[in-house]
């Protein structure tokens, strides 16, 4: 069972944390020869950066092997670790796949020998040297694997304000994969990562559950551990960070240049795995999917749709079939809708277009949400065009927030807008940011 709970700020290590994690998207990290120089603003891609970094307390670990071990034992690279554990039932087989993700897309961008990705368990109980090995054979991972005596490893967590509770079983009790004798124990945790740089300080923070990228699946080794909840959690994850995010704040940490999203590009969701996603959406959202791929009215009908979402906020793209930079970021919002979608409504709108070419692009390209057709002078009750593509953000109370004039080059950057305009996300301190937690 999944109960909302807070980072809880409970050592030294953690109480520092709260008070240095405090992001605003107006600043740029770093001068212009300082980490992050010429990278993308505050914040970051999905984690929030420890502004005066933490260094940990040294904690003796054991890894898969039995080998003592440290997380500090790792300095001259970067590490990124979460926790997690081997009987976890609702989130850990996702954050395994995802932190596997993370070791490809590492390679791809010819960084994985400066990168430790890890696992710490929260449930030292349990997890053995020899029970990591098995999990290790039987989901194909090659994630490095912590455990550690109780009382260190509940040091640890306790230091990073991270929620370890053993709770009772609820039934039907599970099976324990290894043991195939029926589980006793189960744990609480919170979710999330945490990034190490080469000297090994805490530098940033990572709340939520891990995402598998759109388009990609989560391996039926890892998806067979997920109980029903789980099961929901994959398709709908709380605050969700993915494979490509956490490469793009490492890269940030890093002080590279390279952009992630040229190195981890992903398709689109299919047809079907966005009506996964987006199944179970509110009624007025539920209505646009509905209407996935159409070309509706005139602008007037646009109007009154915009204006029949009111208590939502609105994505809307201007587009045309004949422009070739609306053509490449198609699939950006095709990927971002699915995500989004039962929380902000998209719309589109064809400008300046033939209703033939539209109708041809719309069907071998899917998104989740219709789109209207008109001219560009036409949407000046709504908002100016300058160009096409544009993009519009509205308030939920129907007020236009921001317009965003050109394509989007990267998943990242749409994405990140979508949080900002629409969700309102501009300002976040982790140690008052809800996170979900999981129970094993």
Known sequence: MLRRVRWVATGAAAAMVLVAIIVTLSTHRGGPSGPGAGMVPAPLAVG???????????????????????????????VVFAPSMTLCHETCPMTTGALMELEGQLRKAGIASDVVVAEVTVDPWRDSPARLRAYKRMTGTKLTMLTGKVAPVLHLWNELGVLVERV??????????????????????????????????????????????????????????????????LHHPEEPWTASEVLDDVLWGMGREVPASSLAKTSPPSRQLAEQELSGSPGA????????????????????????????????????????????????????????GRQVAFLGFDSNDQASGARAF?????????????????????????????????GANGKVLHAHIGSYETQTTLDSNIERYALGRHAVVIGHKTQRTSAG
Request: glycine share 6%; hydrophobic share 40%.
């Open 362 to 394: 719309l069907a071998k390209h899917h998104v989740s949400y219709p789109s209207y057709q008109g001219s560009s002078t036409s949407l000046s009750p709504i908002a100016t065009i300058e160009g096409t593509p544009t993009t519009i953000y509205i």
């Open 285 to 340: 959202l539920a209505s646009l999917h509905s209407q996935a791929g159409r070309l509706l009215g005139s602008t007037e009908a646009l109007e009154h749709r915009i204006a029949s979402l009111k208590g939502y906020p609105i994505v809307l793209n201007v587009w045309a079939s004949w422009c070739v930079p609306c053509r490449a970021e198609f699939p950006l919002f095709a990927s971002a809708s699915a995500a989004f």
């Open 168 to 233: 009772p079983l609820e039934e039907p009790t599970p099976i324990d994969w290894y043991t195939h004798k029926p589980e006793t124990l189960n744990i609480v945790h919170s979710d999330g990562l945490f990034v190490l740089d080469p000297s090994g300080r805490l530098r940033i923070v990572i709340g939520g559950m891990p995402q598998i990228e759109p388009g990609h699946r989560l391996a039926a080794s890892l998806r067979s551990l997920l109980d029903p909840e789980g099961v929901h959690n």
């Open 48 to 78: 929030s950066a420890v502004a005066k970094p933490v260094t940990l307390p040294r904690t003796q670990l054991i890894d898969e092997r039995g080998k003592p071990t440290t997380l500090a034992s790792f300095k001259g690279k970067w």
